[in-house]
């Protein structure tokens, strides 16, 4: 269990950090011409193929594993409390993680015969990486329905249970609320998620890392014994 703790805690700043690259990348380095023709469009993805489909594997497939083993984690520390929340929220935590890698995996293997389609025409594989796109979106890219009711049942069960510092637990919901709310169409709460997300995967994962740092020093036999 403590094992199990450190590595989920691990796993939680990670999250963090990847959540931070994928940010930095779009915001910095991604020139993606929207209004620009099907063939400018689909040039642009072809030339930056191999970048888009690291940063993509990055942000779903490797976040939805380290996603995992905080799920888990996240499980383990707050089944002693023996709340409905937490196994509710552990069954959307676990749906949370097949839609992520799902939608990286359609990612990269979409692009790849989106751009295979431009030999025959550029409008044909303009229209075909759109679809993906609206697919990516759907799943895990632009509706945040079940990583919001994942985080907002688990934060709302570790309050009552008095398992976190009240300031995560208050900070969760206000993510789970946020990611409920991405179920309307609007960029700014898809950015609001994310943004609250990275502080709550930080502050998560520095106090399950302290909390098991803490038991391990407890469980210590002593050096008179």
Known sequence: MNKLQKFAGASAIIEALIYIVAFVYFGTFWAYPSEGSASEKMIYLA???HAF???YFLMYVVFGVFLSVLVVGLNEA???ANNPLVKVGSVFGFVWIVLVIASGMLANIGLSHAIDLMDISAEKASDMWRIISVLIESLGGG???VGGLWVLLISLAALKAARFPRGLNYLGITVGIAGVATIY???ILT???GITQILWFIWL???MLGQSSATTKS???SANF
């Open 219 to 221: 469980i210590q036999p």
């Open 53 to 55: 489909s690291m940063i």
């Open 205 to 207: 994962g520095i106090t």
């Open 185 to 187: 169409p609007a960029e």
């Open 47 to 49: 030339e930056n193929q």
């Open 191 to 193: 950015e609001i998620f």
């Open 143 to 145: 509706n945040e329905l």
């Open 78 to 80: 707050l089944k002693s």
